[in-house]
C-alpha cells in the first residue's frame, strides 16, 4: 500500500482461530466499518468460514467483536521495498453474536470511523461499499 494510503486507513488486530483453537494475532488495516462486519487488508488468504475476534482500536472504542471471515480475494500487490513486491489480501468479516452492549458501542465507533472519512475527501474508503469481484454478503 502506498504510503499516502496506508495513512488514509486505520489499523487493528484480529485474532483469528486456527486449527488448535488458539486464536492468532494478525496486524490488519481497516478498510470499511459497517455494523455487520469489516473489510480488512493484511498480507495472507484467510479461508472462509474461520472465527476471529476484531479489535477495534482506543479510537473506536477498543472493542473486541466476535467474527468469522466471510470472503478473501487477492488485492493489488504493495512496494516493500525496491525491486520487492509483497501481495495484499482483503477480507470481509461478518461480526457473529453481538450483545446489545457491543451493538451500542459498535454504532458509536461506526459514527467516529464515518467522521474521520470524511475528513480525508475524496480519497476516503466508503464505509458500505463491497469490492469489485467480491462474492457472498458485504460486511
Known amino acids: 500500500m502506498p504510503e499516502r494510503d496506508r495513512r488514509r486507513v486505520m489499523r487493528l488486530d484480529v485474532l ?40 477495534l482500536p482506543p479510537a473506536l472504542g477498543a472493542l473486541r467483536l466476535p467474527g468469522r471471515v466471510v470472503w478473501t480475494r487477492l488485492g493489488a500487490a504493495e512496494d516493500v521495498s525496491e525491486g520487492d513486491r509483497r501481495s495484499r489480501y482483503e477480507s470481509g468479516v461478518e461480526f457473529t453474536s453481538l450483545t446489545s452492549e457491543q451493538q451500542d458501542t459498535l454504532a458509536l465507533a461506526l459514527a467516529t470511523f464515518r467522521a474521520a472519512q470524511a475528513g480525508l475527501g ?7 461499499a463491497q469490492p469489485p469481484g467480491a462474492q457472498g454478503p458485504s460486511p
Request: a negative charge; proline letters at 9%; glycine letters at 14%.
Open 16 to 55: 483469528l482461530q486456527r486449527g488448535g483453537g488458539g486464536r492468532e494475532p494478525y496486524f490488519v488495516h481497516l478498510l470499511n466499518l459497517r455494523l455487520l462486519g469489516v473489510r480488512i487488508a493484511h498480507l495472507e488468504p484467510w479461508p472462509a468460514g474461520v472465527v476471529c475476534a476484531v479489535e
Open 122 to 128: 475524496d480519497g476516503a474508503v466508503p464505509t458500505d
